[in-house]
């Protein structure tokens, strides 16, 4: 294995997710980026994978490229020097689609969910068999003896078009990415086309009256809440440690599961998760035993306490996903005021779903919002501040700097909820400081 992989932008949560697993696999791994921060970057540090500039020297013979998406040779010196130098290179979604032929591949799709499922299932999974998988969180697993290969499956640009695997869960489908789809008909026939490329069993949540739409090659299997279901999660306990439920197939009784997590999405995601593998053929004893210890995947409802404070750090970023978290934080402190600090993310997103986003967020008891983060695949920012979303918010809705996040003080039995899918943690290391300088100072 002497050839390189070189990863031009190395630090997307995709991108460095693929690194590591690689990695992990015996090749000999690399990559290139910006030199600001990302949290995707710490597991490849402690991997030892070498993290370079933007160069073209980077660029060697005896490297495979393989190339994030969101770079062009307009905007990046290593695309621009192997489009005139004939120096090929795969994007992210064309290289795994060839990757994974050698694997009994079992993908998660969705527009909500995909990275909590992913994680859910690569935990059970590689603690029954080995297993490889890929995580939209920047976390990666590789095995060279791997038979599975479990995969987040992204529909953004029709990414998830080059994959042909044997099972696959379809979490939802909803309006999102509207700088890209059209309409809910786009992503649905872009879901549509996916879900024919599965050949062993698709797995969609009944309930999604747009999955209901969906045809396959392979067998479908619902799963939720309502009879109509083929699996159905039953008897549901939600408690402040987490949450047990019983699930049936066809009337059958699988047993009892727990999981240590919170909301009624996660119940559906582990109820996904619990078919596939039943289906495929895996002991539930073991699935089970390990649904049991899933602690999460990054930036998921992810908790820390500073000064007595509990802070909780989510990627939601659609109203959808906001609602979930939200429900997520009254199961396990319902006795806590919940308070949401919001950055809305990308412009045409925020102008699409303005209304859905303030009915969501008077889900919190209190709400503070951050600017607006733009993305760079954004030509157009639209007309749209977020003061028109602060307007349109039932409870007083107050907007907040970076800077000064010192208004967040005002709720002292409160848990805080940071939710963004860009610059947000900046915003909430800050709320950290401020609370570490609070002890300091009465010290």
Known sequence: MTKTYHFIGIKGSGMSALALMLHQMGHHVQGSDVEKYYFTQRGLEQAGIK?????????????????????????????????????????????????????????????????????????????????????????????????????????????FM??????????????????????????????????KQVSKGLFVYGEDKELRRVTANAPIYYYGFKEGNDFIAHDLLRSTTGSSFKVSFCGKELGEFKIPSFGRHNIMNATAVIG???????????????????????????????????????????????????????????????????????????????????????????VYLAQIYGSAREVDHGDVKVEDLAEKIIKKAEIITVDNVSPLLEHPNAVYVFMGAGDIQTYEYSFERLLSNLTSNVQ
């Open 276 to 366: 596939l593998l039943y289906t495929a053929g895996f002991d539930l004893t073991l699935v089970r035993e390990h649904l049991a210890t899933f602690g999460g995947v990054k930036r998921r409802f992810t908790e820390k306490v500073v000064n007595g404070t509990t802070i909780i750090d989510d990627f939601a970023h659609h109203p959808t996903e906001i609602i979930a978290t939200l429900d997520a934080a009254r199961q396990k402190y319902p006795s806590k005021e919940i308070v949401a600090i919001f950055q809305p993310h990308t412009f045409t997103r925020t102008i699409a779903l303005l209304d859905e986003f303030a009915e969501a967020l008077n889900q919190a008891d209190a």
């Open 51 to 159: 993290i370079l500039p933007f160069d073209e020297k980077n660029l060697q013979a005896d490297v495979e490229v393989i190339a994030g998406n969101a770079f062009r040779p307009d905007n990046n010196i290593e695309i621009a020097y192997a489009d005139a130098n004939g120096i090929a290179y795969k994007r992210y979604h064309e290289f795994l689609g060839t990757f994974m032929r050698d694997f009994v591949s079992m993908g998660v799709a969705g527009a909500h969910g995909k990275t909590s499922t992913t994680g859910m299932l690569a935990h059970v999974l590689s603690n029954i068999t080995d297993t490889s998988y890929l995580i939209g969180d920047g976390t990666g697993r590789g095995s060279a003896n791997a038979k599975y290969f479990a995969f987040e499956a992204d529909e953004y640009e029709r990414h």
């Open 162 to 195: 080059p994959y042909h695997p044997e099972y696959s869960i379809i979490t939802n489908i909803d309006f999102d990415h509207p700088d890209y789809f059209t309409s809910l008909e786009d992503v649905f026939n872009a879901f549509n086309d996916y879900a």
